[in-house]
């Protein structure tokens, strides 16, 4: 299963290596694909997307489901 978050305060790359380190962390084995221009970030391979924002809001950004 695949789940978009919309983190509009992810803006630069120290934002990217942070929040992929927080999901995959958070669900070992996962697959986080960033977008830094559009602000998204994609998780594959994990059904709990609670979680996932969990993990995204811990490392201290902002995540919308999107």
Known sequence: MSFQFNVP???CGHCVST???AVKDAV???TV???LGAHR???D???DVD???QA???AGYEAQLA
């Open 45 to 47: 391979g994990t059904t």
């Open 33 to 35: 694909t960033t977008d």
């Open 19 to 21: 929040i992929t380190k």
């Open 56 to 58: 995204i809001v811990d």
């Open 51 to 53: 979680e996932v924002r």
């Open 28 to 30: 070992p084995g996962a």
């Open 41 to 43: 970030v994609t998780v």
């Open 9 to 11: 305060d992810m803006t």
